[in-house]
C-alpha cells in the first residue's frame, strides 16, 4: 500500500522541481526503486523487531507461545506503527534535502544561488555561482576597463546596485572607481549637487540630501530616492566619482518627433554611429526589444498615438549613443579608474544597447576592450520568453553566431524561483 500511494503522489512532487518540469520515466523508476528500498529495509527490520517483541510479550503473559492471540495483535500493530514512521521519515529526508543536509551537519541547506553567468554555448547555458563564487566573478570584473549594470527604478534593484558598488570598490582599490548614472540629467547643476553630496561638503547626512534633490534633476523613469543607495556607499567611501550622463526628456521628445534630425549635439561621430546599426544581429535586436519598447508604449495611457516607430527608434539608439559616449568622456577624465555606468535594464537586454556602443567607442583608442554587462532581477516576460523560463539569447542555430547573451551576468536579490531558470549547470 505504501508504495502504491508512492507512485501516485511523489513522482510529480519531484519532478515540479526537475529544471523545465519533465517527467522522465528514468527519474520516476529511480525514485520508486529508492522508496522500494527504504521502505523494504524498514519492513524488514521491523518485521523482525515486532516478532520479537511479540513472542517476548506471548512468553510473559503465559510462558507458552501459543496462548492469548490479543499480546500478538497488539505487538503486530506496534509493528506497523513503527514501520510506518519510519518509512515516513525516510520519504521527507529524500524529498527535503534541505533538511537531510541540516540533520547531517546541523546546519541548513545553503539558498539557491542568486549569481548566474550566461555561458554562450551551442545551447546556451546559466552557470550559477556560490557566495564565494560571486565574489570571485566581481573581483575579476574590477580588472576591466568597464561595467555596465541594467536595472530598475524599484528599492531592491537599488540596493543590488549598492552590494556591488561596495565590492567592486574592493576589488579595484587605489585605481578608483567613476560611476555614470543614466537616471541623472547631465547638466551642470545636476553635477554639482552629486558632487557636494560625494564629497560631504555637508556632514549632515538629511541636510546633503535635501540640498541633493533641491539641486538635481533626472529623467522619467528615474529619481534621487533609487541612487541614494550607490550615493551613500560612494559618500562612505570615498574614492568613487558619481556622473550624471542622463539625457534630458525634452531632448528625448524632440528626436522622438523630429527623428536623427534632432540628434546633432547628441553623436559626435555619425558615421560609425550608423555603422553599428548594420551590424549582423541588430535588426533582431532592434524588431524584438526596440519594437517591443514600442508596443508597450503606444499602449499606455496618455502615450502620443502618433508617434512613428521610427523616430521612437532614433530615440532609443540616439540616447544610447549618448550615455555610453558621456560615459567614455567621463572614464578619461579619471584615468585608469573602472567605469561603471548604471542604467536602465531595458538599454542593457541582450546586448546591442548601452553594452556595445560603449565597447564600440572604447575600441577606437584601444586594440581589445572587453565591457560586461550585469542584469538585475530579471524575469522571464522582459526576456521577451513565450514560456515560465528567461530567454538567454533571442536568436538561436545560425543566428546564434550573431546573438548577444540577455547579459552576461545575471543577479537576483534573493533566490529566483526554479520555474525561470534555463539549462542550469553545476554550481561554481
Not at 522622438?256 to 558615421?271: I, N, W, Y
Not at 545560425?398 to 547579459?407: F, N, V
Amino acid at each position: 500500500k505504501n508504495i502504491k500511494a508512492a507512485k501516485k503522489s511523489t513522482c510529480p512532487l519531484f519532478c515540479s522541481h526537475v529544471p523545465g518540469g519533465r517527467k522522465t520515466k528514468t527519474m520516476k523508476s529511480q525514485i520508486l526503486l529508492v522508496l522500494f528500498s527504504s521502505v523494504s529495509s524498514v519492513n524488514s527490520f521491523s518485521l523482525n523487531f515486532g516478532s520479537r517483541q511479540a513472542k517476548g510479550a506471548r512468553f510473559a503473559h503465559t510462558g507458552s507461545p501459543d496462548d492469548d492471540p490479543r499480546s500478538i495483535i497488539e505487538a503486530v500493530t506496534r509493528r506497523n506503527a513503527i514501520s510506518t514512521s519510519l518509512g515516513l521519515a525516510s520519504f521527507a529526508t529524500f524529498f527535503s534535502p534541505s533538511e537531510a543536509a541540516g540533520a547531517a551537519d546541523g546546519q541548513p541547506r545553503s539558498p539557491r544561488p542568486t549569481f548566474y553567468e550566461i555561458k554562450m554555448v551551442n545551447p546556451p547555458q546559466m552557470q550559477p555561482f556560490s557566495s564565494r563564487g560571486e565574489r570571485r566573478v566581481v573581483g575579476e570584473l574590477t580588472k576591466l576597463p568597464a561595467v555596465v549594470i541594467g536595472g530598475h527604478d524599484t528599492a531592491s534593484d537599488s540596493e543590488l546596485e549598492a552590494k556591488l558598488l561596495r565590492q567592486l570598490s574592493e576589488g579595484a582599490g587605489s585605481r578608483g572607481i567613476v560611476v555614470a548614472s543614466s537616471a541623472a540629467v547631465q547638466e551642470e547643476g545636476t553635477q554639482a549637487a552629486l558632487d557636494a553630496y560625494v564629497s560631504r561638503a555637508n556632514a549632515d547626512e538629511a541636510a546633503a540630501e535635501e540640498t541633493l534633490r533641491a539641486g538635481s534633476v533626472w529623467v522619467a523613469g528615474g529619481s534621487c530616492d533609487s541612487l541614494l543607495p550607490v550615493l551613500r556607499v560612494a559618500r562612505q567611501l570615498g574614492g568613487v566619482r558619481v556622473v550624471a550622463v542622463g539625457v534630458a526628456d525634452a531632448t528625448v521628445a524632440q528626436v522622438r518627433a523630429k527623428g536623427l534630425e534632432a540628434a546633432a549635439g547628441l553623436v559626435k561621430d555619425r558615421s560609425a554611429f550608423v555603422e553599428a546599426v548594420k551590424a549582423p544581429g541588430f535588426k533582431r535586436y532592434s524588431d524584438m526589444v526596440i519594437g517591443g519598447l514600442f508596443d508597450a508604449q503606444s499602449k499606455g495611457a496618455g502615450s502620443d498615438k502618433e508617434q512613428s516607430l521610427a523616430n521612437f527608434f532614433a530615440s532609443q539608439i540616439v540616447v544610447d549613443e549618448a550615455i555610453a559616449q558621456r560615459s567614455l568622456d567621463a572614464a578619461k577624465s579619471s584615468q585608469g579608474a573602472l567605469l561603471v555606468v548604471l542604467t536602465g535594464a531595458e538599454r542593457v537586454r541582450f546586448g546591442y544597447g548601452v553594452q556595445a556602443r560603449l565597447a564600440r567607442l572604447a575600441t577606437a583608442t584601444s586594440d581589445d576592450v572587453d565591457i560586461r554587462s550585469l542584469l538585475l532581477n530579471p524575469s522571464a516576460e522582459e526576456s521577451l520568453s513565450m514560456t515560465s523560463q528567461l530567454r538567454l539569447v533571442l536568436g538561436y542555430g545560425d543566428e546564434l553566431e550573431y546573438s548577444k547573451p540577455l547579459a552576461n551576468y545575471l543577479l537576483f536579490s534573493s533566490s529566483p524561483p526554479p520555474k525561470i531558470l534555463s539549462r542550469m549547470l553545476n554550481p561554481m
